[in-house]
């Protein structure tokens, strides 16, 4: 069933997630609802079961793959007893284990105000609680009301640093002159920076876990004779945090003024389908879905296929339809130039780097004329 597979797979990317950011996963939990309760996302009858199941294996932590409305949140950890964490909270924890840069650093923490600023209540009656405060005893409206003054302060602040560095960052894209520039995009963990470092000879961090890109690397790269500028940039992923969206937006200008895209896809991936649209879709919300763009569909290697039996009529899934089975679907009829590598083994670059070639000249071509 299309739909059970599918929840499946956001339960390992949530894993997935949840690895990253240094969980260990004890048990998934799910539940079919057609709407989500207004009071506690899940029913009540779910809650009970995990609440006695959190008891019972002294779990620490519960996470939700959705964002959590303030309120949900709170009712969640009132009835439940136990620490609670949604999508959101646990996306905003990797980026801040995973700054490196002073920029990325303030981007992270103004996301994470903003986050904690309508949840604000909770923490303090938690915090209250831990103190021993009573019931209604909790803590005084003025404490809140201080503590809401100091996190927007805190936010004017970062933001006002953040437009600083903003303008530093245009200027020094402006600085890099007429030069074509070309930005790497895709889903998380796709073999962004993997490719990054075999087309550049240069040393990006990659890792097999989600996010490892946080800041933007710029490298000049080469193709026969022909110099371009190459920008790995943060990985795309499904529900971003609409808090990371607008404070990754700098990162995001480099995608926003590039003049070719190379959209690097994991075709060994089950949903790769899905995060070809996720990624498209932030395209479109950053209005950059009419730049030039190459498809490169990455790690071949890794594609693997049930083959079908000659007289099997069960009907084709994805994990029987082969390679080439995949090139002739839609990707034949793809408006954009395509090419399937593995950046690992570096296979098929030569095809890779002429289309690239191809692409960075004719815009090279546009832009300067009258010189041959
Ligand atoms: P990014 O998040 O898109 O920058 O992805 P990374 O470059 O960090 O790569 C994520 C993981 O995929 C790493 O473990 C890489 O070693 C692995 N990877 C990258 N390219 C390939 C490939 O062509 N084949 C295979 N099998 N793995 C790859």
Do not use: C
């Not at 949140?73 to 284990?97: G, H, S």
């Amino acid at each position: 069933n299309q739909s059970e597979e599918k929840l499946v797979e956001y339960m390992d990317e949530l894993e997935f997630l949840a690895l990253t950011a240094g969980a260990t996963i004890d048990k998934r939990f799910v539940q079919k609802l057609t709407q989500a309760d207004s009071k506690t996302f899940i029913g009540s009858g779910k809650a009970q079961e995990i609440k006695e199941y959190v008891k019972e294996h002294g779990i620490g932590t519960v996470i939700f793959d959705d964002e959590l409305s303030p309120s949900q949140l709170k009712n969640l950890e009132r009835e439940m007893e136990v620490k609670i964490l949604d999508r959101t909270n646990l996306i905003l924890d990797i980026f801040a284990q995973r700054a490196q840069t002073s920029y990325a650093r303030t981007q992270v923490e103004l996301a994470q105000y903003q986050y904690l600023l309508p949840r604000l209540t909770r923490m303090w009656t938690h915090l209250e609680r831990q103190k021993g405060g009573i019931g209604m005893r909790g803590p005084g409206e003025t404490e809140i009301e201080t503590d809401r003054r100091i996190i927007r302060d805190r936010i004017s602040l970062l933001k006002e640093k953040l437009k600083t560095i903003d303008k530093q960052m245009a200027t020094q894209r402006q600085n890099r002159g007429k030069m074509v520039r070309v930005a790497l995009v895709g889903y998380t963990n796709v073999g962004k920076s993997t490719l990054m470092n075999a087309i550049s000879k240069s040393d990006v961090f990659a890792e097999n876990k989600l996010f490892a890109t946080l800041d933007t690397t710029v490298r000049k790269v080469v193709i026969g004779n022909l110099p371009f500028l190459l920008t790995d940039t943060v990985g795309f992923i499904r529900k971003l945090p609409t808090q990371l969206v607008e404070s990754f937006k700098s990162t995001l200008d480099e995608v926003r003024e590039a003049d070719l895209l190379i959209h690097v896809v994991d075709i060994s991936h089950e949903s790769f389908e899905d995060h070809i649209n996720s990624v498209n879709q932030t395209l479109m919300e950053i209005n950059a879905h009419q730049k030039p763009m190459i498809m490169v569909f990455n790690k071949i290697d890794a594609f693997a296929y049930e083959k079908k039996d000659e007289d099997d009529l069960t009907p084709e899934t994805r994990k029987n339809i082969s390679l080439d089975e995949w090139m002739k679907t839609w990707m034949s009829k793809s408006q954009y130039p395509t090419v399937f590598i593995s950046a690992l083994n570096k296979e098929n670059f030569p095809e890779m780097k002429k289309l690239i070639y191809d692409e960075v000249l004719k815009i090279h071509t546009a832009r300067f004329p009258y010189n041959d």
